[in-house]
């Protein structure tokens, strides 16, 4: 019951819960069972937002793009596993530069399902006795803040003024926030803005910031909302909470009404970021475990509840779950027979598919061309959707997609049959990603001989001289038909088969007549 779901979201938001507040924010956005007003789904983000700045790791720490929780790139999940690995080994050889990755990766919760403060405290100490700028900045900010210790003030200068000696831009920026508290026994306005000057001019976000915010309400300098919407939005562009937090509302303070999309869509992204400071910000990563784990149900259950606040990734997981057949019981989609499960499940994967592409999702965009490329649904294909969604998805740097179009081109379906335009994109796909090459590759290889064989069908010349050695153009045009690549990669792979069988019987051979 959507109308009475809508209801208790409105109340649980009016008392401040988060995932209410995000729900209806992507409901007004998208226009989910409610008319879509951007000015609205701003308000509900902009109340969202405000959990996320409680968290100064996030804030003031260094900012980790790894992303490790989409489930159809096992190959990532598996290279951040390593990754972590690898700086683990790394950090406790000595190596300072990844004790110090280590620590923020820690203090953010990206390894574990919630901040490990122990552990990122032992990592900066490690860092911090070797003579570390980034040792000393790292225990300023935990003391600083009080993160899993008593907020000692005194104890956080002694370290960032050590750091700051070493040029060090986090601390500047750390300590110049302290430094502007007014209540502070340290209070000294002047010196905070020289640090943060100085930090900025060394491109730290978090400076940029607190500038932007200084400049926009005029905090002991003069008002200036041209400056200041210049470092919010240097701050935002790295991705820095606060600056896209603070750009998002001095866009709309401009007193245009055109802003509220662009300001709604900003202040989602902060809404979004991944913390562990409130329970709902550990839904992806503990939906993840869960997968990697097996259990799939309660994984999509808890992937439902992120994808009803409109986070893409788990718009896409719940969707790759419910594409896949056999990960969910018939009992979770509450059928009995297998036909109502089949229709269900593909009509609730290719909901959240289209939800996931609204965000410019190309591995959405990439399934919903599928879909609708085989008719997955109604058993009816509808290549001029399919061809729109290949497009969309091409435009986004997806490789398949572009092969898919390249494909499209070079037999002609749903497309003009145009060889050039069909190399053109199996050699995009290749520079849009390396592991493309093999397929790409066997492609060009069947390009070529479908040219030629092309070639040779509609020239007169060659009908005749073919037609005069005694063949007839019925076995050229079979052989032609043939040589289509999927045909030329069964094939190949044929004769490496029967090269590997024939190499293991030598090899055998040889190890037999060795023992007699």
């Not at 008593?150 to 926030?177: C, D, Q, S």
């Not at 909470?241 to 245009?256: E, F, T």
């Amino acid at each position: 019951n959507k109308a009475n779901a809508f209801v208790y979201y409105h109340f649980a938001a009016s008392a401040g819960d988060f995932s209410s507040l995000s729900v209806l924010g992507y409901k007004h956005l998208a226009g989910i069972g409610t008319l879509k007003s951007c000015e609205e789904s701003f308000d509900y983000y902009k109340r969202a937002a405000q959990f996320i700045l409680r968290d100064p790791a996030l804030i003031f720490g260094v900012q980790f793009s790894i992303e490790h929780n989409r489930i159809a790139e096992q190959s990532t999940n598996n290279k951040f596993r390593e990754i972590v690995e690898f700086y683990t080994f790394s950090a406790n050889s000595g190596n300072t530069n990844y004790q110090i990755a280590l620590a923020h990766m820690y203090l953010q919760g990206l390894i574990d399902l919630k901040p490990d403060y122990e552990k990122a405290r032992y990592y900066f100490t490690l860092a911090a006795n070797s003579g570390e700028a980034s040792g000393y900045t790292g225990l300023g900010l935990i003391y600083a803040f009080g993160l899993d210790t008593l907020r000692n003030e005194t104890g956080a200068i002694k370290y960032l003024e050590k750091a700051v000696k070493l040029g060090e831009p986090g601390a500047m920026t750390i300590l110049a926030h302290i430094l502007q508290n007014k209540n502070s026994l340290h209070y000294d306005f002047k010196r905070s803005i020289s640090l943060l000057n100085t930090a900025a001019d060394k491109n730290w976000p978090a400076a940029y910031a607190i500038l932007g915010l200084v400049h926009l309400n005029g905090l002991g300098v003069p008002v200036d909302r041209i400056k200041a919407l210049n470092y919010l939005n240097i701050a935002a562009l790295q991705n820095n909470p606060l600056g896209m937090y603070y750009l998002s509302i001095a866009q709309l303070n401009r007193g245009k009404s055109n802003y509220y999309c662009s300001s709604a869509h900003l202040m989602k992204k902060v809404a979004e970021r991944d913390t562990s400071i409130i329970a709902e910000g550990s839904f992806l990563r503990y939906a993840f475990k869960l997968y990697e784990t097996g259990d799939t149900e309660t994984s999509a259950y808890f992937y439902e509840k992120a994808a009803v606040m409109g986070n893409e990734i788990a718009l896409s997981n719940v969707a790759h779950i419910y594409d896949n057949n056999n990960l969910l019981s018939h009992r979770y989609l509450s059928v009995s027979n297998q036909s109502e499960y089949d229709s269900i499940r593909m009509k609730r994967a290719l909901e959240y598919y289209t939800q996931a592409a609204e965000q410019n999702s190309p591995s959405a965009h990439l399934k919903i061309g599928d879909y609708y490329y085989y008719g997955y649904l109604n058993n009816t294909s509808d290549i001029t959707r399919a061809i729109a969604h290949y497009r969309t998805a091409s435009e986004l740097r997806s490789a398949e997609a572009t092969f898919n179009l390249g494909y499209m081109h070079q037999y002609g379906i749903g497309l003009s049959k145009d060889f050039h335009l069909a190399k053109r994109y199996y050699d995009m796909c290749t520079e849009i990603n390396s592991n493309a090459k093999f397929p790409a590759t066997l492609a060009l290889i069947s390009l070529v001989v479908q040219f030629i064989f092309d070639f040779l069908a509609n020239d007169p010349i060659a009908i005749s001289v073919i037609t005069n050695s005694g063949y007839s153009t019925d076995t050229f045009l079979l052989i032609y038909n043939l040589l289509v690549w999927d045909n030329i990669l069964i094939i190949i792979f044929t004769i490496l088969l029967a090269i590997t069988i024939r190499v293991r019987i030598q090899i055998q051979n040889q190890q037999q007549q060795r023992q007699q």
